[in-house]
């Protein structure tokens, strides 16, 4: 295999905020050059109920900040290791791309069935908008599953969905108490949507005789090009590599596959487009406890497919000695992944990231391409490695880390206001503030003082209870902080209380009647004792 001249570049982010959010299994989408992170740890909170982020990058540090969905969208769980594409039909025009999203395991390890739309609302400095809609699928659905692929092939005009490999449950029958999370290999069959109307039509492939996960889907036109993955069933990670040919006539599609030589074995892999026909290949795993340290480039033709050894970038010590990584395509030739960090470091950040760069600087027409290739999520933490696993079955996480947002580089005065400091006891802190009241979302409540001027304090702050704090928003009264209290008492004029009503005391004793005794009882008594 020749080896590729140019260079690629190796970034460390050394500083993350709420980086305990991002986790094996995430995916990151790109929208006109703006990347954002999808499948957070845990379940949203309010400060983010969508669970996506815009990566903000300055320099070496990165932020979250959250998104928001418009009112006509459907929920959208966090979900990890989903098969995602990029609808080809937008990538030519930035601002109608859509993603495409199928699959993957919520944080209740369930598994998801459904198919659902993302596309970019508005976007400016304080604020984006998605809109998410879910696809209603008919016919031959593809069963619940994760660690699959969907690609997008087309021709004339006429486009298909294709849902190829992945891993699920094992049906009711076969589960017990003691396997109820064991995953099997799905199917080998491929699942064809009309995306318009929802059809699904699944075909058995003579070719493909035992199933994948994991794998690598590269989609040129009406074909695609299947490599490597994973095989739980017998623990195997064989050199795959099969075209799989999408005839789209006016009539029903037909399929053909074909077995080719010189595929490679690989994993859970990460692969990037920089430019129209090359992809670079960075990452996976050769074995269970053996990561792939080589890269490949991959050139596609018409009916034709290249892989090339390239040279790596020079990897640090800690991502030598790692067990697992993890990553996903940020697009425009970029990479970021994450490597376990020390777990003697008493940080939140658990995780080391890196942003790995497969082209120049300078070459601009990579900067401008849009990622338009599929790929499955990195393997799943839960069938590597010991310690992934222990990843995999953590529920609980800090509140701390997540509902910690840094909006200090906001340029709205209106909304930099919510962060002052109302009273020499305040400690609302940007970096670990948390929702208190119900009626707050990402920023703290606040109500109006009417000393003097007038300013600004922060409910928590002083330390008023929902329902007082919700009474003083609907009622029309002047409110005064507490080291302003004494001007409202001031200001009031003291009412005559009416005296006590005094009510007579009750005796502690009851007197008991005494009760009397006729003659006839008497005798009748006198006798008994008799």
Known sequence: MASFPEKMSLQMISAIQNSSLIQPGFSLLNFDGHVFLFGQKGWPKRSCPTGIFLLDFKKDELKLKPAYFSKDSCYLPPLRYPAICILKSSAAQPEKCQYIIHGGKTPNNELSDKLYIISLVSKNNKKVTFRCTEKELIGEVPEA?????????????????VIIGGRSYMSLGQRTTESW??????????FLID???????????????????????????????????HSIQNNTRPPNLYRIKIDLPLGSPAVSCCALPGGISVSSAIVT??????????GGYHSDNQKRMVCNTINLEDNKIEIMEREAPE????????????????GNGAILFGIPGDNRQLTSD???FYILKCHGEDDQ?????????????????????????????????DINDIDTYNEGDEEDEEDSGYWITCSAGCDIDINTWVPLYSTELNKPAMIFCSSEGGHWVHAQCMDLSEDTLIHLSQVSIKYFCTEHIHLARGLQTPKETPPLEKKPMKSLRKKKTMKIFTPAKKSFIRKLFE
């Open 273 to 282: 487009q920089t430019n129209n026909n090359e992809f670079v290949v960075i």
């Open 350 to 352: 658990s995780n080391y």
């Open 315 to 330: 990897w640090t010590p800690e991502i030598k000695h790692c067990k697992i990584w993890f990553g996903s395509d940020m």
């Open 365 to 397: 027409e990579a900067e401008q391409m849009v990622q338009v290739c599929s790929q499955s999520s990195t393997e799943d933490a839960g069938e590597s490695t010991p310690f992934e696993d222990s990843e995999e079955l953590t529920f609980s996480f």
């Open 195 to 229: 995306l318009e109307f929802g059809c699904c039509t699944s075909y058995t492939l003579p070719d493909l005789q035992s199933g994948f996960s994991f794998h690598l889907c590269l989609a040129r036109n009406d074909t695609l090009y299947i490599i490597g993955g």
């Open 181 to 190: 999370n064991s995953v099997v290999d799905c199917m080998p069959d491929i």
């Open 145 to 161: 599953r994760y660690g699959h692929t969907i690609s997008e092939v087309h021709r004339q005009g006429k486009n298909m969905m």
